[in-house]
């Protein structure tokens, strides 16, 4: 059974910075992993992904020049640093992952975890 943590998640202030991590287990090979998030009242979007040696990172726009994805294998992990956080980055993050792509729809992640809240202040 493969198992997807999300953590990290609080309540910051506009301007500052936030880490959130991911934990996998039981899983034998990955394509893609990613960070989404969604809003109350809002559809879930793509935020990162991450291929599955690390080398290459796809960003939304919202998040280019912010955000950073990075992935340690040997601990199968990701993590997602944001830099520069906005009201409009509220939201409820989940971490995926999944075997194929396009990275950058959720109908290409097979598990997800529960997601964890991010409130920004301004």
């Known amino acids: 059974q493969v198992q997807v943590v999300e953590s990290g998640g609080r309540s910051v202030e506009a301007g500052t910075s936030l880490k959130l991590s991911c934990q996998f287990s039981g899983r034998a090979f990955i394509l893609y992993s990613g960070w989404f998030r969604q809003a109350p009242g809002e559809a879930r979007e793509f935020v990162a992904a991450i291929s599955w040696n690390g080398e290459n990172t796809f960003y939304a726009d919202s998040a280019k020049g912010r955000f950073l994805i990075s992935r340690d294998i040997a601990k199968d992990t990701i993590t997602l640093q944001m830099y520069m956080l906005r009201p409009d980055d509220t939201a409820v993050y989940y971490c995926?992952?999944?075997?194929?792509?396009?990275?950058?729809?959720?109908?290409?992640?097979?598990?997800w975890g529960q997601g964890t809240q991010v409130n920004v202040s301004s």
């Open positions: 995926a992952t999944g075997q194929r792509g396009p990275y950058d729809y959720p109908s290409s992640y097979d598990y």
